[in-house]
């Protein structure tokens, strides 16, 4: 392989590990760590809508616990007249927003998904917020759940919402922790390696590092507290992870249990530790 120079600080990057046949890369000097192997899904890798939709639904309680979590942290620091989703998904964190009366606009790429928060009267465009038309310097808030690390061009996003933010206005994200116990434990069967749709994988400095870039201050990178995971949810993704693609007796056993696991959705798990949770300052 030739030598390939970071995408972020344009300095050496090596070899890192090899999953699910994907070559993933690590910069030598802000470590970041990426993959070059890129499967387009209408310009964004992004799961199958009707799918996505099923689940995310299925765990709505679950969700709408966690998401009120991340409405106390923005408290903190301000009360926003507007805020921005991006990958709002099937609207879950807006519906949380909208009835504690806040005005809040969401974006994504999934047509199965926005159709789902449009019928719940959200306010959700379709397509990448890239190429979208909005005011700039209108925003107080805008927010990126496990997003950032589908994002072929994040650094292009990032400056997008730079333009879209107010003066001191936040930016708040959530990815994938690469510097986990987990991640670090399971290394290239960690979870994050194995989704095919996860193109950057992020630990604190990288993720830092990248919002500094783009000109944001006062950047708040953290372990984020675990939410709260259903038993169906947990092993959806073990079968989507690592039984999908192959041929066994555990796979099948698992495709004829499928249809029985929403009874055991009152069986919960807590997250141990595997997401960032990223705080920054216009």
């Known amino acids: 392989m030739n030598e390939q120079l970071c995408y972020l600080c344009k300095q050496p990057t090596r070899f890192f590990l090899k999953a699910k046949n994907r070559i993933i890369l690590r910069c030598s000097s802000c470590k970041l760590t990426y993959t070059l192997d890129i499967t387009p ?58 009835e504690i009366g806040w005005n809040a606009i969401g974006v994504d790429m999934s047509d199965a998904s926005v159709e789902h928060a449009k019928s719940r009267g959200l306010k959700v465009k379709l397509g990448k917020i890239e190429d979208m038309k909005l005011k700039s310097n209108s925003f107080d808030v805008i927010t990126l759940f496990q997003t950032i690390e589908h994002i072929e061009d994040p650094i292009k996003t990032l400056k997008k919402i730079y333009s879209l933010l107010r003066k001191d206005g936040l930016l708040v994200i959530t990815t994938p922790n690469e510097e986990s116990l987990m991640a670090k434990i399971l290394g290239k069967y960690w979870f994050g390696y194995r989704n095919i749709e996860h193109l950057y994988f992020f630990n604190k400095r990288s993720l830092a590092k990248m919002q500094a870039e783009v000109g944001f201050r006062r950047i ?63």
């Open 41 to 98: 899904f209408g310009g964004r890798v992004r799961e199958d809508g009707e799918k996505f939709v099923t689940e995310y639904l299925r765990e709505y309680s679950l969700f709408k616990e966690y998401f009120d979590t991340i409405i106390k942290i923005i408290l903190k620091r301000k009360k926003p007249k507007l805020l921005l989703d991006v990958g709002c998904g099937v609207g879950i964190f807006m519906q949380n927003l909208k």
């Open 220 to 282: 708040d990178v953290n372990s984020e507290n675990g939410r709260t995971l259903s038993l169906p949810w947990v092993l959806t993704r073990l079968f989507d992870y690592y039984y999908n693609d192959q041929n066994s007796s555990l796979r099948l056993a698992l495709v004829k249990s499928q249809p029985y696991w929403k009874y055991f959705s009152w069986i919960t798990f807590r997250e141990p530790g595997v997401n960032l949770l990223s705080v920054a300052v216009k």
